[in-house]
């Protein structure tokens, strides 16, 4: 029975455990303060028991050398997961004592131990043992957060209420006595027997009937035992420091079992029908796990409605920036890790302005797109060049070149007989290629094209022809057009970027009729730049 009963407690426990989240070990409210929710309270008073060997049910009595009055102690560990809700784990060890005595100021029960089947006062003694898990609330913060978010929050609050409910073990031994020596009690009138080998001699009324059966009682026999007990808890707090809570509390134990005053009474007897239940109601001292910041505090002192109100306006920052675009650049103000972008710069998906060559300067204002990697621009994205050639300082191979001198893509001087308009030193108009069906010019040849317009900007009457290729693979009209595509998108590069008269530029297609290698498609595929006779 006893292992059937630890049974049911543990799993109990671990259903109420598996449910519950203990709080963070910051809860943040505003940037200045955060709590915590772990406490441990030791607790000290008075126990009662509430059963059949007892006169009063409230009031404590004195007789024959004993005292109904007894203490108790207790120690808690409180684990809050949020400012109202928390798991409660209790030890207690508390004396119980019940007297049931002659009293002509009695109004209650008066001469119950003759109605038991005893013939003289008797009393009964034990010590409680008592462990288990309870639910914790706080009916303060739980009132609290009832009120409405926009009423006056209430942050200097020293009083609080609270409550718990829970399950748990109580261990006991309790023995009857005769209320005049102490020895095992008599009776009269009254058959007794022992029933099925345990220590519980029954009772009958032979009186009215050799049938009616009054009880059980333990005479001096042990009475130890393990039951179940389900306690429910009222207090009260008063904070005294961040660190500190006095209180007062009141816990009663509902006992599932008669046995606790060692008197089993037949439940069709009209002098008692409930279980046993025990009392004990106590000072209790609270130590908050809270350290030495002073931005740290319990957790049940926070106020709910402060941090409801705090919520909300998080809440409604969050739906603010994400319905609002301060510099209308598409990207919500949440999302948007440049929030004063320039009108008129394009933006990624974070909100950044779009600048694809790296160097600072943002598409929207960058005059040149390709600057080399590594290169120092202007505020408009020019590379700096310090002499001039049109080749940036980065890949400048020859940085003091004379004004007006031709130079190649690395920043050399080109020697040049301006007589004929030919060069020496060996100029070589470039030949651009492409990929398969493809007539975009590829990155790979801007330096080319580059070296090509500082060329022509150096010669202002040199005009070029640029003449397109293709493969043999495809239609010769399909060819032709390809062809026609490639010479145009080299003199539309040449006139975008570099300002190259177009007037200067005569573009053409030869399609698959000029192949350098009968089999290599892939040099095929060009743009071939001619310098005009």
């Known amino acids: ?66 005292s109904e009055w007894k203490p108790g102690f207790g120690l808690s560990i409180n684990r809050m997961f949020s400012s109202v809700f928390g798991m409660q784990a209790n030890f207690n060890y508390a004396k119980l004592l019940g007297i049931s005595n002659v009293d002509s100021s009695a109004v209650e029960d008066k001469n119950i131990y003759q109605r038991l089947g005893f013939d003289r006062p008797v009393y009964f003694e034990t010590n409680v043992i008592n462990y288990g898990l309870n639910m914790y609330m706080n009916l303060s913060n739980l009132a609290m957060s009832l009120k409405k978010a926009n009423q006056k929050p209430n942050s200097s609050r020293k009083l609080g209420f609270y409550t718990a409910v829970g399950i748990g073990l109580v261990h006991f031994d309790a023995t009857i006595y005769d209320l005049k020596d102490g020895l095992a009690p008599s009776y009269s009138g009254y058959s007794g027997t022992i029933v099925d080998g345990d220590s519980y001699e029954t009772l009958y009324d032979s009186s009215r009937n050799a049938n009616a059966r009054i009880g059980g009682y333990l005479r001096g026999f042990t009475g130890k035992t393990i039951e179940v007990d389900f306690p429910i808890t009222f207090g009260v707090k008063y904070k005294i420091s961040r660190t500190f809570d006095i209180g007062l509390q009141n816990d009663m134990h509902y006992v599932i079992s008669d046995k606790l005053d060692g008197f089993v009474m037949n439940r069709n007897s009209v002098v008692k029908k409930a279980n046993d239940k025990w009392m004990m109601t106590s000072l209790a001292l609270t130590y908050k796990f809270v350290g030495k910041d002073e931005n740290k505090d319990y957790i049940e002192w926070m106020d709910p409605t402060e941090t409801m109100y705090d919520e909300y306006q998080l809440l409604a920052d969050k739906m603010r920036k994400m319905t609002t675009d301060s510099d209308n650049d598409g990207v919500a103000d949440i999302f948007d890790k440049e929030p004063n972008t320039a009108a008129g710069n ?111 900007k150096s010669n202002a009457s040199v005009k070029i022809n640029v003449v397109g290729n293709a493969d043999e693979r495809g239609s010769d009209g399909y060819n032709n057009d390809l062809g026609m595509k490639r010479a145009n998108a080299v003199k539309d590069y040449l006139v975008k970027y570099y300002g190259i008269d177009g007037g200067r530029i005569t573009a ?5 009729k000029s192949p350098l290698m009968k089999s290599a498609y892939n040099v095929n595929r060009r743009v071939d730049v001619e310098i005009s006779k």
């Open 1 to 66: 029975m006893k292992s059937t009963k630890i049974f049911i407690f543990s799993a109990l426990v671990s259903l109420v455990l598996s449910y519950s989240n203990p709080v963070t070990a910051q809860m943040m409210q505003d940037p200045k303060k955060y709590y915590t929710g772990t406490s441990i309270t030791l607790r000290g008073g008075i126990s009662s028991a509430y059963t059949d060997v007892r006169t009063f049910d409230f009031a404590r009595t004195k007789a024959g050398g004993v």
């Open 346 to 456: 394009k933006v990624d998906g974070s909100g950044v302005s779009m600048d694809v060559d790296g160097d600072g300067v943002a598409d929207a204002k960058d005059s040149d797109l390709f600057s080399p990697k590594g290169a120092t621009v202007d505020a408009d994205g020019k590379p700096n060049d310090a002499d001039g050639d049109g080749v940036a300082d980065v890949n400048d191979k020859e940085p003091n070149s004379k004004p007006g001198a031709l130079v190649n893509y690395q920043g050399k001087t080109i020697k040049q007989d301006f007589a004929t308009g030919t060069t020496s030193g060996g100029y070589i108009p470039p030949t651009i290629y492409f990929d398969l069906n493809k007539s975009e010019v590829k990155g790979m040849y801007y330096p080319e094209l580059s070296e090509l317009a500082k060329y022509m």
């Open 508 to 512: 053409s297609s030869q399609g698959e």
